[in-house]
């Protein structure tokens, strides 16, 4: 009977946040597409979303796991997550310059169209990311706070709902990494 409660418990907890997820994904989409197809790079930029959508994934999830973690056993403390935070921000230039790199690569290879300097292929995922970051971290940080401060577990809804906002500032922080460096 324990086990049906929790998987009940884990049905109700998620599912609110994962409808939250689809329809911000849907919006982040219609955003998206709505603000980069006017520009003149368009065949370049779209190499680099898809990357920095997945990216975004890769270094929010497993930070707001460890921060669920800590609070869930008690060990929450600022080194600790500021520890988490360094090593998410460390781990988000490294791979938004192997997005740069490897988009100037298919756009030699493939595209070969140079519409503008190059090497803004890979200024503008660094940008992008870190501009996603700065917001996500503390907004996913205060989640997973009030989520564990209503009894409700972290892990089933801090990350889809995250997964929702983070998309959305990630197009927002593109879009605003395109405008700021210039790009046609």
Do not use: Q
């Not at 669920?68 to 781990?91: H, P, Q």
């Not at 200024?123 to 503390?138: A, E, F, G, M, N």
């Amino acid at each position: 009977m324990e086990a049906r409660d929790t998987k009940g418990k884990i049905v109700k907890e998620t599912f609110p946040s994962e409808m939250v997820s689809i329809v911000g994904d849907i919006f982040a989409g219609i955003v998206l597409s709505i603000i980069i197809v006017s520009f003149e790079s368009f065949l370049i930029l779209i190499l680099i979303i898809p990357a920095l959508l997945s990216l975004r994934g890769n270094l929010s999830g497993p930070f707001i796991a460890r921060t669920s973690r800590d609070l869930i056993i008690g060990e929450f403390n600022l080194k600790s997550w500021f520890e988490n935070v360094l090593a998410t921000y460390a781990l988000a230039l490294i791979t938004a310059i192997a997005i740069g790199i490897l988009s100037i690569f298919l756009n030699l290879l493939l595209i070969r169209l140079f519409l503008f300097h190059i090497g803004l292929l890979i200024v503008i995922p660094i940008i992008s990311i870190l501009l996603t970051l700065s917001v996500s971290i503390p907004c996913s940080t205060a989640l997973n706070f009030f989520a564990f401060k209503r009894g409700l577990d972290p892990n089933n809804i801090v990350n889809p709902i995250m997964t929702a906002i983070d998309d959305f500032l990630t197009v927002i922080s593109f879009y605003l990494a395109i405008i700021m460096l210039g790009v046609p």
